[in-house]
């Protein structure tokens, strides 16, 4: 089972938004069954499935202790991809979570704040040792912000091709339980969660690659 892990200390950068469309995409794309998971005790990720019609992807409940016994249950049921939202804090507990990542998506916003602050978090994830690609987030179209952005993690990691714009959509699909992918599937916020999705499932499918290779 694949375990990603949407990750970063400062709030408000779109953990939650990341982590459902990833989840949407993943069904859509036919990698499921995913399940989401909640760490965050602000708990948008899980209010968001709970006002959702649709079963999929699946929803479920732990805590951070029950996490590694949670995971291996979900891969005995089938379950293929886990995306797990964080809270924004640097703690033991959220290394605990990394620990258990496949691939650890980190969403950041083009603003000189948060690309400061984004190192805390990278630091903590190096020290995991995991892999992990950053997901600009909350991108005007066409700014030098968006473009010096992306030249400045791109010195620290690999960052997604795929920018995600702000755009109200994406907070209009979260109030009633849906994802751009599905208010507006032809929409150009569709095409950017889409891309991001295939853009992380081929990392995962490159890392893998590379550890069959190294155990020859």
Known sequence: ??????????GGVGKSTIAANLAV?????????????????QGTLSAWWNARESE?????????EELPAKLRALESAGYAVAIIDTPPAITDAIRAVLDKATLVVVPVRP??????AVGRTVELVQGTGKP?????????????LTVSGVAALSAHGVVAPAIIHDRVDYAGS????RTVQETDPKGRSATEMTELWKFVQARITKSTKARKVARG
Do not use: W
């Open 56 to 64: 999929t992807p699946a929803f479920s409940p732990t805590t951070i």
């Open 132 to 144: 992990f690609v950053f997901a600009l987030t909350q991108a005007k179209p066409n700014t030098r």
């Open 25 to 41: 995409a993943a069904e859509a794309a036919g990698k499921g069954p995913a399940v989401l998971i909640d760490t965050d005790p």
């Open 174 to 177: 979260m109030i009633d339980g």
């Open 111 to 116: 603003s000189p704040h948060d690309l400061r």
């Open 1 to 10: 089972m694949d375990v990603f892990v949407v990750a970063n200390q400062k």
